[in-house]
C-alpha cells in the first residue's frame, strides 16, 4: 500500500489532498502494519513465503537395496527389496518406485520383483523422496546340470557283503543350479528298493552317492534310473544309469568232525550228518543224511563248522552259530538255538576244533572259545565266550583255524600262526605253544593259508604249495610221513589255486582244474577209487573242473565250474550227505536244494 502525502502551504488546490489530522495518520499506519503482517500475496492467492523445514529425521538420505548384487539366468525372478534410510541410518516407511535401466534384459514390477529376459547386465534401481539406490543384475543363460558319469557300473556276489557306494559329480554349466533333488526308479518287472541314491547338498557342485544293497537278490543284472531335478522347472532334469551285476556265487563248502555245511550259488546254507550236538540242524535228529536248509529266509557270506557247532556270516557282517561250545553270545550253549554272535560286524569267519575267529573290513582279527593253547591269540590262555581282539596289532587279509591254531595272512603275504605248537604246527622251527601270532619261517610270500587239524598248508601266488605241522599220515604231501616244523615245498611241477586241510588229508585244485588229494586214505577220504595211502599229490577220480573245495576231519565236498556239488570219504554218520551211510572212495553228486 502506497501512502502519498501532497498539499501546498495556506490553502487548498483541486485534486491536492489536505493533510489528515493526527487521529488520521495513526489509523493509516495501522492498516500497513496489518497489510505487512499478511504477507504479500501471489497471483494465484497463496503467499511468497517458504514452508518451514521437515524436522530431519524424517528425511530421506538414501536406498539401500538388496540384494546388493545379483545374477539371474533367463526366465528367472528374484524378489528385491529397499528400504529408505535418514542420514544417521534410521529405517523410514516411504513409498519405493522401481526401474529397470534396461528393460530388454531385466523388468522389475512395482514390488520389485526383478524377471530376467535375456542375457546382459542390468541395473534395478528403487527411488524414495528423490533418493536412488541401485544394484547390478547379470543375466546369463539358462544353466545346465552336469554328471561326471552319465552310466554307473556296481558288482557284488550273492549274499555277500553290500559293495561300497559309487559317487558321480553334479555340476552347473552357465550358472549355479539350486533346488537339487534326486528320485530312482528301477526297470519295470525286476526288483525294486535295492539301491539308495542321495546328494551331498542342494547345489551343483554336489556329490551323488550310489548305495547298492545286495541283501536277497539272487544272481542277476538290475537296472535303475537316477534323475536328478532342479527347483526350476526349466532346467532339463540329467540322469544317471545305474547297472548292479550280481554274480553267483559259488557253493562253499565247509566241514568239521563229522557233520558238512555248504552254500549253493544263491548264497543259502545246507548242514547234514552227525547231529548229536545240534551242530548241523538245530533239533534235528541225531543223524542227518542229507542237506538240510538252514534260516532259509536269510542268505549268506560263508559257512564254517567247529567239532560240536557251526557258524555263518551273513550279509550285514552279523555272524550267527548254533550247537555246543562258546557261540559268541557271551556263555557257553548246550544244543543251543542260533545265537548271533556278540562282536563287531566281520568280513570272514574260521571254526577251529572249539574256537572260532573273525576278521573285519579293516583286517582286524578277533577270536573267542576254548584257549587251552593260546589259539584266541589275545596273549592268555583263557576261555573267551565273546570275540576278543588277537594281540600284537597285525592286519590281516584272511584267517584260517585247525583243531589248536589259528593262522593269517598279512597284505604283504607274511603268514602268522598262534596256538598249539605241538608238531610244529606253527610253522616258526619249534613245537612250543604260542599265545600271540608267531611270523612262520622262511622268507616265502603267501597268498593263501589253510590249517587242517594238526597241519597248516599255504600257496604262493604262482600257485605252489607249501605244507607244515604233523605229518604223520603223510598230510604233507612231501613223500614223507614225517613232522615239519616250517614250510616244505609239495606238489612237484603242480600248481594249485585252492587248497584245504582235514585230520588226515589234505586236497587241492590244481590250476589245470583237476582235484588231487593226499595223507591217509582208510576209509576212501582221497576220492581216488582206493583206500592207498598217497605220500604226494593223487588225483580224484572224475572228469569234473572244480573250483571250490573243503575238507572235514574224513570226508571232502567239492563245487565244479558248473556248480554242481560232489562228496566223497567216511560217511557213517551222514558226513557225505547223499541219503546213506555208506563210505564214498570216489565223489558222487549231492543236491543242495531249498
Known sequence: MTIGIAGRIGGRGRGVRTLPGARGVAALLLLAAAACSEGAKDPTGGTN???????????????????????????????????????????????????????????????????ALKVGQVSIVASAAGKDGSAPVRVVGIPEIVVTSPTVAIESMAGALSPEPKTVGVNGQGGTVTGLAVQVAYAPGLPAGWLTASLSGTTTNATLSLKAETGLLPAATYNATVT???ARADIAPKTVNVVFTVKPRPPITTASDR???????????????????????????????????????KRF????????????????????????????????STKGPITEVNG???????????????????????????NPYGQLGDGTKTDRP???????????????????????????????????????????????????????????????????????????????????????LAQLGDGARENRSAPVAIGGALRFSRITGGDSQTCAIATSGEAYCWGYNSKGYLGTGTTNYELTP?????????????SGNSQTCAATVQDTFFCWGFNQNGAVGDGSTADRAQPVQITLKR
Open 49 to 115: 513465503n517458504p514452508p518451514p523445514a521437515p524436522p530431519p529425521d524424517t528425511v530421506v538420505a538414501s536406498v539401500d537395496v538388496s540384494p546388493a548384487t545379483l545374477e539371474l539366468s533367463v526366465g528367472e525372478t528374484k524378489q528385491f527389496q529397499a528400504t529408505p534410510k535418514t542420514a544417521k541410518g534410521a529405517t523410514l516407511s516411504k513409498p519405493v518406485a522401481w526401474r529397470s535401466t534396461d528393460t530388454t534384459i531385466a523388468t522389475v514390477s512395482a514390488q520389485g520383483l526383478v524377471k
Open 228 to 230: 536328478i531335478r532342479a
Open 259 to 297: 557233520h558238512t555245511c555248504a552254500l549253493n550259488r544263491d548264497a543259502e546254507v545246507f548242514c547234514w550228518g552227525y547231529n548229536n550236538t545240534g551242530q548241523a540242524v538245530v533239533g534235528g535228529a541225531q543223524t542227518i543224511l542229507s542237506p538240510t536248509q538252514i534260516m532259509p529266509d
Open 301 to 332: 557270506v560263508q559257512v564254517t563248522a567247529g567239532e560240536l557247532f557251526t557258524c555263518v556270516l551273513h550279509a550285514t557282517g552279523k555272524t550267527y552259530c548254533w550247537g555246543t561250545g562258546y557261540l559268541g553270545g557271551g556263555v557257553a
Open 344 to 370: 563287531p560286524a566281520f568280513a570272514s569267519i574260521a571254526a577251529g576244533y572249539r574256537h572260532v575267529c573273525g576278521l573285519t573290513a579293516a583286517g582286524e582279527a578277533y577270536c573267542w572259545g576254548i
Open 386 to 472: 565273546t570275540p576278543v581282539r588277537v594281540a600284537g596289532g597285525l592286519k590281516f587279509t584272511t584267517l584260517t583255524a585247525g583243531e589248536s591254531h589259528t593262522c593269517g595272512l598279512t597284505a604283504a603275504g607274511e603268514a602268522y600262526c598262534w596256538g598249539a605248537g605241538l608238531y610244529g604246527v606253527l610253522g616258526n622251527n619249534a613245537t612250543t605253544d604260542a599265545t600271540s601270532p608267531t611270523k612262520v619261517a622262511g622268507a616265502v610270500a603267501f597268498a593263501a593259508i589253510e590249517a587242517g587239524k594238526s597241519h597248516t598248508c599255504a600257496l604262493t601266488a604262482a600257485g605252489q604249495a607249501y605244507c607244515w605241522g604233523y605229518g604223520g
Open 538 to 550: 593223487a588225483r580224484v577220480l572224475g572228469a569234473q573242473q572244480w573250483r571250490a573245495i573243503g
